[in-house]
């Protein structure tokens, strides 16, 4: 059997697909951060992180402006939705991707009716109480992770969190 | 989102990317990266798709417990079948594109991700 091997380009054409090639082919990162799964899954408590710029209905929305007067930049900050979200609580802000199918299913994107299913079968040990979401497209993410980022990994800690699966759009 | 995963990771939590571009979210420094060859916006699966949705999130968990060092790419098996022609993009062009159709000349800038220092 040939194993799968992923085509990161299968969906994208034109210039989209050059632009992100390119990008892809820019120098690397070497310095890569490592910490060890300390424990079984079934006993890890996991969080979700969305680049879908994902806003409860009930908070402030991000705001498309600020990408729309500077379009190298985006809104920085990120909401927090707890593991009870739903669908229809959910507005999708990002500008880069068609809202449609995660205003269809939030699962799509973010998907917390699913680990919170893991979490009542006992393959991982609990879904956390929060999940985090920001703007995922910027080309100066400084103000994002200097702003933004403390803020999700104070939460991450106050609530014991283990493991982190993000999810990009 | 390689880089907010870099961070989170350093912070002392184990992390793992689901990425429908894995080259590019492996290039920013994403410590694990769980590739699937999904359409944007739909990285879990299709709405309402909740057996194909739960498969997915399972199997990007495994892939955190198979890879053992840093860098590791984990090719999950999902293959996206339909041919259905999806409108995969935004309802409106973003503001770069718009932007860049405006200022040609800015293109290099783009293409190597090194935008002009002032804003925000």
């Known amino acids: ?169 | 989102m390689g880089l907010v995963q870099h961070e989170i990771e350093a912070a002392g939590f184990s992390t793992i990317s689901l990425s429908v571009i894995p080259e590019l979210t492996a290039s920013a420094g994403a410590p694990r990266v769980a590739a699937i060859e999904h359409p944007f916006g739909m990285t879990l699966g299709r709405p309402g798709d909740a057996a194909g949705q739960l498969a997915v999130l399972r199997a990007a968990l495994q892939a955190m417990e198979e890879i053992v060092e840093p860098r590791g790419v984990v090719h999950l098996p999902f293959e996206w079948t339909s041919t259905e022609k999806l409108a995969l993009g935004p309802p409106a062009q973003p503001p770069i594109a718009q932007y860049l159709v405006r200022h040609p000349w800015a293109l290099p800038r783009f293409l190597s991700r090194t935008p002009p220092l002032n804003g925000d």
């Not at chain 1, 917390?112 to 299913?117: D, G, I, P």
């Not at chain 1, 100066?140 to 933004?148: A, K, V």
Request: charged share 25%; hydrophobic share 40%; with cysteine.
């Open chain 1, 1 to 169: 059997m040939v194993a799968k091997s992923v085509d990161s380009y299968r969906f994208l054409h034109g210039i989209e697909k050059k632009v992100l090639k390119r990008w892809a082919n820019l120098p690397q990162e070497t310095n890569i951060p490592w910490t060890p799964l300390a424990k079984p899954l079934s006993m890890c408590t996991v969080s979700l992180v969305s680049s879908a710029a994902l806003a409860l209905r009930i908070d402030e929305p991000f705001n498309p402006e600020i990408e729309r007067r500077d379009p190298w930049f985006a809104d920085p900050s990120y909401r927090v939705l707890p593991r009870t979200v739903r669908t229809g609580d959910v507005q999708v802000c990002h500008l880069h991707i068609n809202p449609a199918f995660a205003e269809q299913d939030l699962n799509s994107v973010l998907p917390v009716e699913r680990l919170n299913e893991l979490a009542e079968r006992g393959e991982i040990g609990a879904a956390a109480p929060s999940h985090y979401s920001y703007m995922g497209y910027t080309l100066r993410p400084e103000r994002l992770l200097r702003e933004s980022v403390p803020g999700i990994l104070r939460q991450l800690r106050q609530e014991n969190v283990d493991v982190v699966v993000l999810v990009p759009v």
